[in-house]
């Protein structure tokens, strides 16, 4: 939150930022909260709902032109039953907040609504209810929404001792909350050589899923991913049945990937794959297919070359990746990277993004053999790329980025994106070393890059645009922590495309602030 002020008052005395002051950015005042945002629920401009956790707290407050107009306690009592908080949602404007509940030997998912008031408003939904076998903890719940919003699900997997297949419900809701679908269903495989990478909600509230299956491993304690990968299925699922299709990228290995659709239920899947038999990912995928007709309209590869993957290493990295090299021990490789977005345009292309995300844990030993572990979370670089109308990728850039954190989940890691008129925009925080006094990037590779710095003196939130027609990229700073008063919570901050606002949000100790940042086209 500091920071966005910070932004605010440069925009008003320097032009310290060509791109920044191209926006009109809105910011709230600074107010103290003791408990921790869980969520942000956008109603309109510096209108939305923030949802709240303490221990086992939960609150929601109401702001109007950011400021807090209402509170309310999201209860978890269930008919006199405490009852797990599982997610919240805002449909329609109204506050839907899920639970489960387990008793009787039941594991039991409702869904409550609250009124504008933020008071309960009738009696809880029960969405689904199963038999829980002895020696069984309570299944996953999911709720997703359809990119347009005009629909969302609720998913839950049934654990089972003899089942060997996983077993999943699901019910779809349209923006009444009235249900359309409902049903449940087992996938083909055995839930120990399966996985499922999505649940997708379409356009038109058709329920899908991509489905990872494995071959059995020679040896339970030799199961690798890559070794044992053998396709990658896409499902429609419906109350009666499931149609099939099953992606083949050439022997190639899917190691992640979203999909995106249209009316007609025309998908475009885009992702990163690995080579046969061989870790790492070697490139990214894209597949447009015609699900109903099951025919691939097209398809395209782009292999991260050796001079795009070694870009930001140092140069004693790539010496010893050459001498590796020549002696036949593999080529540079890139790891860990999770598919994060992808959206088609308006024209029909598509852009996306993926980042290289890992967690190393260590134990330590005391005198006395008793042992702790430490979480190291590592945010790293961005790879982000743009399918064309007619296939094909027009380009793929990689940004250089250094997050670092210990046991704290990395809350200020990641970043946020959003689409503006003819530029793709990431917003991080950084490091003050660097850039250049007047916010310039300086360094532009070779290893140079600083970690970004979450503390008071060289914290800043960088700002990079890619242009989407030519690819030409941009960094340099957006604010600094000293003008905000805040550090930056990218993963927080909400993208609301129908209304072309991003809502952002920085917090400083008790202390936090939220802005509005208007799109331009």
Known sequence: MKYLFLFAFLCLIQPVNIFSQKYNVQWGEMEQEPNNLIAILPISGGNFLSIRQSRRLLTVAKHENFSVTATGRISTKLKGNVALFEDVKLVNNQLVVFLSDRREGKDLFFMQKYDQDLKISGDGILLASYDLERGYSRGDYKVITSQNNKYFAVIWNVPGRNDIQ??????VFDENMTEISEGDYKLPFEGKLSAINEHYLSNTGDYFISVTEYSEPESKKLFKSYLNYKALHLFHVTPDLMDQFTIDLNGRRVETMTMNSDNNNLFTLSGVYGETLESGVAGLFYMRLDFENNTVLNQGFEKFDKNFITQDWSFRQKERADKLEAKGKGEPELHYYQMRQSEVLADGSIVGSLEQYYVVTNTYYDGRGASRNMYTYYYKDIIAFKIG?????????????????????????????????????????????????????????GGNIYEANFGTRKNVVAIVTIDLFSGAVGRETFFSRDDVETIAVPKLFNVDYERKEVLLYGINRRDERFGLLKLGN
């Open 166 to 171: 996983d077993k999943y419900g699901f019910k």
């Open 389 to 445: 109308v007619s296939g094909g990728f027009d380009w793929l850039k990689k940004i250089d980025k250094q997050q670092v954190s210990t046991n704290d989940g990395g809350p200020f890691s990641s970043y946020s994106r959003f689409v503006d008129g003819s530029k793709i925009v990431f917003v991080f925080n950084d490091n003050s070393d660097n850039y250049a006094t007047d916010g310039r990037f300086i360094n532009s590779g």
